[in-house]
């Protein structure tokens, strides 16, 4: 029974983040074409974020239970973030069943990736997976924002873009 509801909904959910994808720029295909059990997320960084010039890669399960539970995502792309730990894993409330958390079955896939966006934007630094970069957000912003910038462009901006190349280098190198 499970099984049948997630090989309907899940095509029909792909559709739609394909759909609106000019409005939000994230991406989100099976990673082999008639398994909707594995997919491959990508979410650009938020703008006016120290995410902004990356695109970050997600891995995401769907288990058989879907969409009465919700799917594991996981970051692909290492990012230095409060809320994300070094083996990609996520900390948010909308990945987890109740009471702790506050998913549910009509929560679609691309609200999730819109919040996970959201989420690199607007770190939750009292809730953290990553303690270092946590404890650099509450005590120097500036700083942090740095490091998330500088490891954003080594991790999550393709190399051969005609962004900043130069400068951003030179500070990498400093």
Do not use: W
């Not at 942090?144 to 051969?160: G, P, S, W």
């Amino acid at each position: 029974m499970y099984s049948k509801i997630k090989s309907n909904r899940i095509p029909v959910e792909l559709q739609q983040i394909e759909k609106t994808q000019d409005a939000h720029g994230i991406s989100c295909i099976p990673k082999t074409d008639s398994d909707f059990s594995s997919l491959i997320a990508t979410i650009p960084g938020p703008k006016d974020s120290p995410y902004a010039s990356g695109m970050f890669e997600l891995s995401i399960i769907v288990g058989d239970q879907y969409p009465f539970r919700p799917p594991t995502f996981k970051f692909i792309t290492p990012v230095f973030h409060p809320n994300i730990d070094s083996s990609g894993q996520i900390c948010l409330d909308l990945l987890k069943m109740p009471p702790v958390g506050t998913y549910n079955p009509a929560i679609r896939l691309e609200s999730i990736l819109l919040s996970i966006q959201l989420l690199l934007a607007n770190p939750n630094p009292d809730d953290p997976l990553q303690g270092d970069a946590a404890d650099l957000y509450k005590s120097n912003l500036e700083m942090f924002n740095q490091k998330a910038r500088d490891y954003t462009y080594l991790h999550a901006v393709k190399k051969d873009s005609e962004e900043e190349v130069p400068s951003k280098k030179q500070k990498l190198s400093q």
